[in-house]
């Protein structure tokens, strides 16, 4: 089992930056990829960002140039650097986990951003 819990969520003003970060605890050996999802209000949970544990990347066409993940894969711990928020980002943030063989694995319980205008 592995549990991950994030942090960094938070209110800013557009144009302004967050840094989430999500670590890893547990069957940590089994993990491979990590990376991030957001879910605002009424729409569907979408894919933000993912890194592979050899640091492929891969990025919503939405937050390509504005977002940077990155892994730390000695403390466990994956990060998702926001810059140049918009209203648009708010949503809730979870972090997830991927298995060989099972993606989406494991999910973090979510961090709010709200980006006001």
């Known amino acids: 089992q592995v549990r991950l819990v994030e942090s960094g969520g938070g209110l800013v003003q557009a144009g302004e930056s967050l840094r989430l970060s999500c670590t890893a605890s547990?069957?940590?050996?089994?993990?491979?990829?990590m990376g991030w999802y957001r879910q605002a209000p009424g729409k569907q949970r979408e894919l933000v960002a993912t890194?592979?544990?050899?640091?492929?990347?891969n990025y919503a066409d939405s937050v390509k140039v504005r977002f940077t993940i990155s892994r730390d894969n000695a403390k466990d711990t994956v990060f998702l650097q926001m810059n140049t928020l918009k209203p648009e980002d708010t949503a809730v943030y979870y972090c997830?986990?991927?298995?060989?063989?099972?993606?989406?694995?494991?999910w973090g319980p979510g961090t709010q951003v709200t980006v006001s205008s």
């Open positions: 890194i592979s544990r050899g640091g492929n990347t």
């Open positions: 997830f986990a991927d298995r060989r063989g099972f993606p989406r694995d494991f």
């Open positions: 547990g069957s940590v050996v089994s993990v491979t990829a």
